[in-house]
């Protein structure tokens, strides 16, 4: 497999619910994120990974907890969410590890997730 | 506050050549990116813009003024699978990408 993949592509959940979103890159780059995606409205950075380090919070809920084991794989175990949470959920992958979000990013395909 | 304006939505006709324009207010300003999404696809990058000028690659153009704050995607030959978002980024001072909420470019034939 090429690029950036992510696992699964649809979800849906109650709020009680736990599940994991997986990301898997193979690309050998340093840094991974997670971002946010509703309509109409612009891509929300949630968490930075560098060199497997979280480097940034972007005030997220406690609900959406990261993981990052390695520089390849990134989870996001979501837990009680709630239904305004329903939304992409898009992981990219930078070659860049210095901090910040310089070059080009390189996107999955999203998991869609849906909470009743 | 920092901020991307772009058109929400922009129709036009297969062989026609469109712009796309998207408008930034950074803190500092280090680039500024044009991203393709397709429905239901990832984001992909289309190109990447720090100094002022018009930077062709293919049918695809993009330019800046840094001046004026001012970037624009220029498609030319359109075709049918340009149908897609095209979202506009700047990156500023702390290297942070502030996006804009894309705009979606039907196509009609």
């Known amino acids: 497999e090429t690029g950036v993949t992510q696992t699964p592509r649809h979800l849906v959940m109650g709020m009680t619910n736990k599940k994991s979103l997986k990301c898997e890159q193979h690309?050998?780059?340093?840094?991974m994120y997670w971002y946010k995606q509703s309509a109409k409205k612009p891509l929300e950075l949630m968490f930075v990974?560098?060199?497997?380090?979280?480097?940034e919070n972007n005030s997220v809920p406690s609900r959406f907890s990261p993981e990052c084991p390695n520089s390849s794989h990134l989870f996001l175990h979501l837990h009680t969410l709630q239904p305004e949470d329903s939304a992409l959920y898009l992981c990219?992958?930078?070659?860049?590890?210095?901090?910040?979000?310089?070059?080009?990013?390189?996107f999955g395909e999203g998991s869609r997730l849906t909470v009743l | 506050g920092q901020n991307i304006d772009q058109p929400t939505e922009m129709t036009a006709t297969e062989g026609a050549i469109v712009q796309i324009n998207c408008t930034y207010q950074?803190?500092?300003?280090?680039?500024l990116f044009w991203y393709q999404q397709h429905a239901g696809e990832a984001p992909t990058f289309l190109s990447y813009?720090?100094l002022d000028g018009l930077e062709e690659k293919g049918r695809f153009s993009s330019f800046l003024s840094r001046s004026k704050g001012y970037s624009y995607l220029l498609l030319k030959e359109l075709q049918m699978k340009d149908s897609a978002s095209y979202l506009c980024?700047?990156?500023?001072?702390?290297?942070?990408?502030?996006w804009g909420a894309g705009t979606k470019l039907i196509i009609k034939p």
């Open positions: 990219a992958s930078s070659q860049d590890g210095a901090g910040g979000q310089v070059g080009e990013l390189f």
């Open positions: 690309l050998g780059h340093n840094a």
């Open positions: 990974y560098n060199f497997k380090e979280q480097t």
């Open positions: 950074t803190s500092g300003f280090n680039g």
């Open positions: 813009n720090v």
């Open positions: 980024a700047a990156l500023d001072s702390n290297y942070q990408l502030i």
